[in-house]
């Protein structure tokens, strides 16, 4: 039998590592709604990432792993390794990512929906999906201007205060009732501390004047040095912005001296040469 290594963190979800194809492993897994990822090399807990774990299931497959005879090791990371910051900067990159490859997607349509060598019936096709696609990444635009959004801050505040208490009630009753190191006590304590983690962070990103992927958004536009630029893109430690009214320069986030927000209708602008990589300002 193999040694496997049950892990649970708020980046990779819940992971089973370690198992062979001839093990057995997966027979005990599948069932209990575990899936195989073929990039991971790994078994997987769907809908387990950037959520705190569910103790229930993890302990589940713990016991019947080891029951069939393999040797199991657990670890448990509730909170994010790189900080709540990081987490919501990633969150942002994936929500840009798949704008742009919904755009990227739009152009292909419209650019078949005007060509000469279609069918008017497949002209007509091309342009409808050139729409909805477009469409989808208009929605993705709208979500990222809104998470930003003060009023939609404040009301992510309240929803995780609201939370908090809720959760810290629960956590007190299961204590009263001698639950404690339960899987029950565990679920809902591992739920609060991330729900505190959160509200922390939003809490402070109410509160700062600096500029970040929390508060500008593609299309707003940035003083640096002087100059006002165009932001083209958002990333974790940098700004990707227009420069010359065709290339892009990235530059890190302190030294963004200000920031004013575009129209929501608009989309972002994109360099003329996509193919050439942003150039450090200087």
């Given at each position: 039998m193999s040694n496997l290594a049950v892990t649970h963190t708020f980046e990779d979800g819940a992971l089973v590592r370690g198992t062979q194809r001839s093990d057995g492993a997966g027979e005990v897994l599948k069932p209990l709604g575990w899936r195989w990822g073929r990039g991971l090399r790994a078994w997987y807990l769907p809908s387990s990432r950037e959520h705190a774990p569910d103790r229930g299931r993890l302990t589940q497959a713990i016991e019947q792993l080891g029951q069939v005879g393999h040797a199991v090791e657990a670890s448990v990371v509730v909170a994010p390794s790189a900080g709540y910051a990081a987490a919501e900067g990633r969150y942002i990159e994936r929500l840009q990512d798949a704008r742009e490859a919904l755009i990227a997607r739009a152009d292909r349509h419209e650019s078949a929906a005007n060509s000469d060598n279609q069918s008017t019936e497949l002209r007509w096709s091309e342009s409808q999906a050139a729409a909805e696609t477009r469409a989808r990444a208009g929605r993705i635009t709208e979500q990222l201007n809104s998470r930003r959004s003060p009023s939609a801050i404040r009301g992510r505040i309240a929803h995780l205060q609201r939370d908090v208490?809720?959760?810290?009630?629960?956590?007190?009753?299961?204590?009263?009732?001698?639950?404690?190191?339960?899987?029950?006590?565990?679920?809902?304590?591992?739920?609060?501390?991330?729900?505190?983690?959160?509200?922390?962070?939003?809490?402070?990103?109410?509160?700062?004047?600096?500029?970040?992927?929390?508060?500008?958004?593609?299309?707003?536009?940035?003083?640096?040095?002087?100059?006002?630029?165009?932001?083209?893109?958002?990333?974790?430690?940098?700004?990707?912005?227009?420069?010359?009214?065709?290339?892009?320069?990235?530059?890190?986030?302190?030294?963004?001296?200000?920031?004013?927000?575009?129209?929501?209708?608009?989309?972002?602008?994109?360099?003329?040469?996509?193919?050439?990589?942003?150039?450090?300002?200087?």
């Open positions: 208490a809720a959760g810290q009630r629960t956590l007190d009753a299961l204590e009263r009732a001698d639950e404690r190191g339960t899987d029950k006590w565990c679920q809902v304590h591992d739920q609060l501390e991330l729900d505190r983690g959160q509200l922390a962070y939003w809490q402070q990103t109410s509160q700062e004047t600096t500029h970040g992927p929390g508060t500008v958004m593609p299309g707003d536009q940035v003083r640096i040095r002087g100059y006002w630029r165009t932001v083209i893109r958002v990333n974790a430690k940098s700004v990707t912005v227009q420069v010359n009214g065709w290339g892009s320069g990235r530059t890190a986030w302190a030294d963004v001296q200000e920031h004013r927000a575009g129209h929501p209708e608009q989309p972002a602008p994109r360099p003329r040469r996509p193919s050439a990589r942003p150039r450090q300002l200087t």
